[in-house]
């Protein structure tokens, strides 16, 4: 007598949905996203707009994200945050125009 398994087949999917953030800062600084499980940096351009094209998350939604940059003269802007977003594999977000805060500094008491 001969026992025999039935064929059992196992699949997985990846969820390999983006989120894709653009918006402006100042000008050449380099911008930090920042979330639970997210990090990412980029450099702003010499119209001051960034761009993060791709930022990953394998769960359901996307944590609150804050964005901040930092200018060549090392100042730093406020912080911009966007609430949590769903996370569908099959549409990919995009989010923007965020406008970050200017970075300002006094000399001189002017």
């Not at 920042?34 to 940096?41: A, D, L, P, T, V």
């Not at 998350?57 to 730093?76: G, H, M, S, W």
């Amino acid at each position: 007598m001969f026992i025999t398994a039935p064929d059992i087949s196992v699949t997985a999917t990846i969820r390999k949905s983006y989120l894709s953030i653009f918006g402006f800062g100042p000008v050449n600084s380099e911008v930090n996203l920042k979330g639970r499980g997210i990090s990412e940096k980029t450099i702003s351009d010499e119209n001051g707009l960034f761009r993060f094209g791709a930022v990953y998350n394998f769960t359901y939604i996307y944590p609150e994200l804050c964005i901040q940059a930092v200018d060549v003269e090392k100042r730093v802007t406020q912080p911009t945050c966007i609430p949590p977003l769903p996370n569908d594999s099959l549409i990919p977000l995009e989010v923007g125009p965020i406008l970050l805060s200017p970075t300002l500094s006094l000399s001189e008491n002017k």
